[in-house]
Structure formats: structure tokens, C-alpha cells
């Protein structure tokens, strides 16, 4: 294989993978985003535990696709984690 064909076969599966990281964590970071506000009417303890889990679990699914396409942790889109959970506050504390 030619040098070329390597680096676009190495793209190719970088994109899978992150892809596939961002649908298997993503839906769950999504749905305890979703969920919390609901869960706040009956008990904002738990609405408050689940949102930290949301939280948590999209920082961690951003920093594991940062890893995956060689990024700093730091890098600005390492912002989009906390994208659910913060929409997610807004429609618990701040509405």
C-alpha cells in the first residue's frame, strides 16, 4: 500500500469509530439530559444525580472522540459534552 492509501484508510476508521462512540454514548447522554427535567418535578435530588451523570458522560464521550482523531483534551470542542447537560439545567433551574 502506497502512503497515501494508509492515511486515508487510517481517516476512514478514525471516522467510524467516532461515530460509533458518538451513537453508543451519545444516546444515553442524551436520554439523562432529556429525563432529568422530568424527573425534577417529583425529586430534584435525583433529577440533580442524573444531570451530573449526563454530564459526566458527554465529557467523556467528547474527550474519548478528541483521543480517537488524535486532539488535545483541551481542544474547543471539547465544549460540545456539555451541550446536553446544559440545555438540560436550563429546562430544570434556570426556566
Known amino acids: 500500500m502506497s502512503d497515501a492509501e494508509e492515511k486515508s484508510?487510517?481517516?476512514?476508521?478514525?471516522?467510524?469509530?467516532?461515530?460509533i462512540l458518538c451513537v453508543?454514548?451519545?444516546?444515553?447522554t442524551a436520554a439523562l439530559a432529556a429525563y432529568a427535567p422530568h424527573r425534577a418535578q417529583t425529586s430534584p435530588a435525583d433529577a440533580t444525580g442524573l444531570w451530573v451523570m449526563g454530564l459526566l458522560l458527554g465529557v467523556v464521550t467528547v474527550q474519548a472522540v478528541l483521543?480517537?482523531?488524535?486532539?488535545r483534551p483541551w481542544h474547543p470542542a471539547a465544549l460540545v459534552g456539555l451541550l446536553p447537560s446544559a440545555l438540560s439545567a436550563y429546562w430544570m433551574w434556570i426556566r
Open 24 to 28: 453508543v454514548f451519545g444516546a444515553p
Open 67 to 71: 483521543f480517537t482523531n488524535r486532539r
Open 9 to 19: 484508510l487510517d481517516l476512514v476508521q478514525r471516522m467510524v469509530i467516532s461515530a
